[in-house]
């Protein structure tokens, strides 16, 4: 019963969250779990949090743009622009 209410919780203090903010927040408890279960340490959890958040965000960012995609250039960095049709 608490996982379900907890659950619940979750689901609801997102649901008023833009895209951005959800990307960045489930991004950020991701990396997070993944982090600290490869590395067995807290130091390791925080950087996947860092990493997840700042990836989450990036990709969210996307999803409040309608018609627009997440591309890379040849030297690595990240830009938007309007997807193929």
Do not use: H, W
Request: contains cysteine.
């Amino acid at each position: 019963m608490k996982k379900l209410l907890v659950f619940f919780l979750v689901g609801l203090s997102l649901a008023g969250c833009t895209a951005t903010e959800r990307g960045a927040g489930i991004g950020a408890a991701s990396g997070a779990v993944i982090g600290g279960a490869i590395t067995n340490d807290v130091r390791g959890a925080a950087v996947g949090a860092a990493i997840g958040g700042v990836s989450g965000a990036l990709i969210g960012s996307v999803a409040d743009q309608p018609g627009q995609c997440y591309y890379r250039d040849r030297n690595g960095r990240r830009y938007t622009a309007p997807c193929p049709r």
